[in-house]
């Protein structure tokens, strides 16, 4: 079964800064799909930024990018220019090719003013 | 983007009766429909996924008589918890993928609480 880990509960950061999540996973299938999501207090998930694993190179959406290291089961979320609207539950998930979608605990991330 | 949606937002029931919750995708044909429970500051754990017209797969310790799901439709799935009890008050999470399977919509969901 693959499991998805995220070592940080939580990080804060300072408004316009940057900030990095972390993000592991463990599968022995080859080619799966990896997302970051967003939770705000809404509870709306946002999707922030996707990664197919066939690809490369690492995905970028605006201020987010992500450092994706296949070999080392690894998924990392960079914001940068951190706004106060960032601040939100951030969920890191893996999918694999049959749809089966599984979350990681979450980072809780606070902006600091 | 999609858009699914998810009917009613809040339910507040007496333990013992039975509540139903609706998703829809409304603008696009979802072949397959998930559904999420999240508890207060946890993660989405998945309950079980639905493809239209059979039946729906639950995860393991999920009772599929308890959670009640049908996939009527491409654009409709239906949750019912049946014989509520106190335990089951939770955020429950639909999504849907439409029909290349690329991308995922999630609903807005639903705070179920059991009186």
């Known amino acids: 079964a693959q499991t998805v880990t995220q070592s940080q509960p939580e990080m804060s950061v300072q408004e316009a800064e940057t900030v990095t999540l972390s993000c592991t996973y463990d599968t022995s299938e080859s080619d799966y799909y990896l997302f970051w999501y967003k939770q705000p207090p809404s509870r709306q998930m946002i999707l922030v930024i996707r990664q197919e694993a066939y690809k490369q190179q690492n995905a970028t959406e605006n201020r987010f990018s992500v450092n994706f290291q296949k070999a080392a089961k690894s998924f990392s979320l960079k914001i940068s220019d951190s706004q106060l609207g960032d601040a939100a539950m951030y969920f890191c998930a893996y999918r694999n090719n049959n749809n089966d979608m599984r979350f990681g605990a979450g980072t809780r991330l606070t902006v600091k003013p | 983007g999609a858009v699914v949606s998810q009917h009613p937002s809040r339910v507040i029931c007496k333990s013992g009766t039975s509540v139903k919750i609706e998703c829809r995708s409304l603008d696009f044909q979802a072949t397959t429909m998930f559904w999420y429970r999240q508890f207060p500051k946890q993660s989405l754990m998945l309950m079980a996924t639905?493809?239209?017209?059979?039946?729906?797969?639950?995860e393991q310790g999920v009772e599929k008589d308890k959670f009640l799901i049908n996939h009527a439709s491409l654009t409709l799935s239906t949750l019912t918890v049946t014989s509520a009890h106190p335990e089951d008050s939770s955020f429950y999470i639909c999504?849907?993928?439409?029909?290349?399977?690329?991308?995922?919509?999630f609903g807005p969901g639903t705070r179920l609480t059991v009186l």
């Open positions: 639905s493809n239209e017209g059979s039946k729906a797969t639950y």
């Open positions: 999504s849907a993928i439409d029909n290349p399977g690329y991308e995922q919509f």
